[in-house]
C-alpha cells in the first residue's frame, strides 16, 4: 500500500489526494500539519530531506517528493500523460510553469492571508502582480481552449488547478478571470474533485 | 533544424545548449539577451507569451519552454533519462526541486551580483540562506554519491550543475561543499560542459 503525507490545506499535496483517488491507488493518508512543523522532526527529514509535504512512499518503502513528480509518478501510463512527445513536453512545460511563476505567488498569498494571519495590506505588492500575471497568461490560453494542453484533460490542468481554483482566498478577484473559472469546473467534473 | 533562443549567461539556458550538443543535434543558437528585454518584443512573445528564454523552436515551428522541459524533450530515449520508473520519479523530483528551492536563489542572487551589478552587502540575507541550504542538501547526498539519481549521470546532475558551478559567482563559498566540487568535475566531464 502507498502512503501520501500530506497538509490538506495544500494545493501541492491535494494534487498527489486526488491523483491517487482518480487512479482508485490504494493508500493511507498521513495528515501532516506544516504549520506546527510535522514536516521538519528528524523522523520526517529522515523520509524527506528537504522536508516538505507532500511525499509518497511507495509500497518497498522509497520515498518519492515533490508534488508534480509524484502525480507524474501515478499518472504515467494513464490518461492523463499524453503519448504524443511534443503534447507531452508541453505538458511538463506547464508543470514547471506551475511551480516556478504559479505556486510562489498564488499560492503564497493565499497562504499568507489564510494560515498566515496577514491583511490584504500587509501582502507585498510584488507578489499579488505576479499572480495576477500567472493568472492573465492562463485567461490567454483559456480563452481559445478547453484545456492548457491539447484536447483532452491532463497533469498540467490538475497542478494549476489546484492553487487557482483557491486564488480568491488570497484575494485575486477571479472575475476578471471568466475563462479560468470555466475551465476550473471543467477540471473539477474531469478529475472527480469534490 | 531546431532553433534555440537563449542567452549563454543564463545557466537555464546553457542547459539547453549542453543537451544539443552532447546529443549532435542540428540546430541554430540566436543569443538572445534577457537584460536588454530581446525576451520581451511582441515578436518574442508571439513565440513564448511568458516572455523567457531558454526557448525551442522545433523542426516544424512548434515552441517548446521551459529549460527542464526542453531537456526532457531532447534527452527522452537517451541514456540520461533513466528508464526505470522509480529512477525516473527521483530524477523529476530533482529537476522541480531545483527550479523551486535552488534556482531563486543560487541562481537569482548570482544574476544580482554579476548582471545586476549589487555588491555582497545589498543581497537579501534571506536568498543567501536559501542558497546555501539548498546547496548543503546536495552536499549531504553527494558525499554519498557520485550522481544525485542511482549510478549513472542523468538530466538531475545537469540541470543542478548549471547554476552550482558558478554560485561562486554569487558569493556563495564553495569550499563549504567538497563533494560538490568533486561532483561538478564529474557532471562536466559527463556531459561535456567546457
Known amino acids: 500500500m502507498l502512503t ?7 494545493g501541492n499535496c491535494l494534487k498527489v489526494k486526488w491523483m491517487l483517488d482518480i487512479t482508485r491507488r490504494d493508500y493511507q493518508w498521513i495528515e501532516t500539519d506544516v504549520t506546527t512543523g510535522s ?3 528528524p523522523e520526517f527529514l529522515a523520509k524527506n530531506p528537504a522536508g516538505q509535504v507532500p511525499l509518497l512512499i511507495l509500497d518497498d518503502g522509497r520515498p518519492l517528493a515533490q508534488s508534480n513528480a509524484i502525480i507524474l509518478w501515478i499518472g504515467e501510463g494513464g490518461r492523463f500523460v499524453p ?3 511534443y503534447d507531452r513536453a508541453r505538458m511538463m512545460e506547464w508543470l514547471f510553469w506551475e511551480q516556478y511563476s504559479h505556486e510562489p505567488y498564488v499560492a503564497v498569498v493565499r497562504f499568507q492571508r489564510t494560515l498566515g494571519g ?3 495590506h500587509e501582502i507585498e505588492p510584488r507578489l499579488m502582480e505576479r ?3 500567472a493568472l492573465a497568461r492562463m485567461e ?3 480563452s481559445g481552449a478547453d484545456w492548457l494542453v491539447g484536447t483532452a484533460p491532463t497533469l498540467a490542468d490538475l497542478a494549476l488547478v489546484a492553487y487557482t481554483r483557491v486564488a480568491h482566498e488570497g484575494g485575486f478577484a477571479m472575475n476578471r478571470y471568466p475563462a479560468i473559472q470555466a475551465w476550473i469546473l471543467r477540471v473539477e467534473a474531469a478529475f472527480a474533485i469534490g
Open 118 to 120: 496577514k491583511s490584504e
Open 4 to 10: 501520501a503525507f500530506g497538509d490538506s490545506r495544500s
Open 39 to 41: 514536516s521538519r522532526t
Open 83 to 85: 503519448t504524443d512527445a
Open 131 to 133: 499572480g495576477h500575471a
Open 140 to 142: 490567454m490560453v483559456l
